[in-house]
């Protein structure tokens, strides 16, 4: 995991699910996004997966995570 994730205040992390797929986003005190998946057949984690591609964009930490059709899952922040 990365070292530092936020927590509390509303700066915990998000999880999404669609069918049997589960992703939890989470935000490091760098201001960097970061998601995990959990797919369908339980074969463990995916990841973690950097989202944003600039550093430190999510330093407020404020995530929210969707799932959106046909298991595509959506993160914001700001």
Known sequence: ?????????????QM??????LVIAAVDRKGNLYSWRRKENG?????????NDVDGVAQ????ALVAGREGRFYAFWN
Do not use: H, K, S, T
């Open 1 to 13: 995991l990365p070292d530092g994730l936020m927590l509390g205040m509303g700066r915990g992390p």
């Open 43 to 51: 074969n463990g984690w995916q990841g973690p997966f950097r989202i």
């Open 16 to 21: 999404a699910a669609w069918g049997n797929d």
């Open 60 to 63: 407020e930490g404020f995530v």
